[in-house]
Every structure is written in structure tokens, then in C-alpha cells.
């Protein structure tokens, strides 16, 4: 979908800021990432904040994991 406005996009599409809220950055095993909080000890991650392929494959989007 193309949509040609004069509109901000911060207009068009609201920021739901209640998302962000529940989001922290932690550094697990000397990678930085985003994560949501879910259930109790459960973390989803959001985004791996690194450059280094092999992060990704440790640790990628969606992957669910806890601390203890």
C-alpha cells in the first residue's frame, strides 16, 4: 500500500507507547539485546543489538528465554 500524504508519519501512525513500555535492554553473555518482558522470569527477544552473525544464531528474534 502507497499512501501520499503531507501528514508526519508520527500522525498517520500513532506510536502505541504501552509497547515500548513492557521492552528493556539487557546484556546476556556479552551481547546487547532487546527483550520483552512475558510471563514471570520469561523474556521474548526483540532485537539483537550486534553486528556479529554468530549472535544472531545464538540468540535471534522471537526466541524465548529465562532467568533464574
Not at 47 to 59: A, D, G, I, K
Request: no cysteine.
Amino acid at each position: 500500500m502507497i499512501l501520499y500524504t503531507i501528514m508526519p508519519e508520527q500522525l498517520v501512525y500513532p506510536i502505541d507507547h504501552t509497547e515500548f513500555a513492557k521492552q528493556k535492554m539487557i546484556h546476556v553473555d556479552g551481547i546487547d539485546m532487546v527483550v520483552e518482558m512475558g510471563n514471570e522470569n520469561n523474556y521474548s527477544v526483540v532485537r539483537v543489538l550486534s553486528t556479529n552473525p554468530q549472535h544472531f544464531l545464538q540468540y535471534e528474534p522471537g526466541q524465548k528465554i529465562s532467568f533464574s
